[in-house]
């Protein structure tokens, strides 16, 4: 009779038992925000995709592709390699009609950028900016024209004592490519309407850099940059020298010109500009006229950069004087303006170069 009763109480344990087991233990459902090991729960990490279509049309689709087929509005470039700019592993090919899908792309917002080399052409094109967006996980390119590429820049890159940075890598729309042993590297090629960009460069225990670069077909486009070390207490600085005499502006022998130094480090510190002023002819005077917008570069965050400014008197000759703006606390040490004055007093002319 004991025993009997003791049976219930014995079941009931057991089955509490059992339920706790498979509620805790992830076979169940669990309480919100348990995941299903028994820690908390992770919220998925959102994504979607970007699609769109590769074509090529007129002399290009017709004379250089030799992969293309016509489908809609022009031709569609199967096997073409498509990647996202700002993440160059993110790539896939078009199919036989040119169109793509990449997939698993977290939200945000992107350029997809298209390769396609055929009979020794590189053809390429970039996007405009496509967003993935929670609300709009989907986003569409449309159909991307490829266009002949042959313009590029080539340079050297320098650790922060001058010396060859080997096996640094510049990206120019998102594709890598490695300097050699001396520092060099030759960037991949853009669209040939594409006279100016942006590279990033990064290195092993350098700040990344973002750098303007000129474009040009024939390869002779350089740039010779020193990269700063992680930590380093040294300003990154683009400096300029400015003047309000434009290229081969007449001027007087004994006439006056304005001339600005400006110094702005790139990594948005406000350090304070170290210069010096050079010249090989006449006198300087320190001025405060500020630096009117006509005469101001578009590399400069003028609410950011410190400038300084000079009052050149120019010889009473003819002849060949310069002026030098020598910023010594940055790591582009100056820009030169060469003043040529040459002729007779009525008829003569300001040179006005700029030089690294």
Known sequence: MRDSKKRPILLLFLIITFVSIWFFTGCGPGPVGVSGTGGLAQAPVATGNISGRIISTGTVGLNVLSNAKVLGSGKGVANAEVWVQQDFDRKT??????????????????????????????LKVRSTEIGVQTETPTGKTG???????????????????????????????????????N????????????????????????????????????????????????????????????????QSEKVLPGSKVLAWGVFQDKNGNTSSMNGNWEITGGTLASSNVTIPTIFRGTDFNWNLATVETVEWTLPPQSGNFNIKFINVSAYEDFLIIFCNIFGSATKSKFILTLAI
Do not use: H
């Open 143 to 181: 159909e991307l024209e490829l266009y002949k590429a042959s313009n590029r820049v080539q340079g050297i890159l320098r650790d922060d004592n001058g010396k060859p940075l080997a096996n640094a890598t510049v990206y120019l729309w998102g594709e890598p490519v490695k300097t050699d042993e």
């Open 183 to 246: 520092g060099y590297f030759l960037s991949p090629p853009l669209p040939d309407s594409v006279s100016s960009e942006t590279i990033t460069v990064a290195a092993s225990g350098y700040n990344d850099k973002n750098i303007s670069v000129p474009l040009s077909s024939d390869g002779k486009s350089t740039v010779d940059e020193k990269m700063v070390t992680i930590g380093s207490s040294k300003p990154d600085a683009i400096v300029g020298l400015f003047c309000n005499k434009l």
């Open 93 to 122: 090919y078009t199919d036989s009609d040119g169109f793509f899908t990449i997939s698993d792309i977290p939200l945000g917002n992107y350029q997809i950028v298209a390769s396609y080399t055929s009979n020794g052409q590189i």
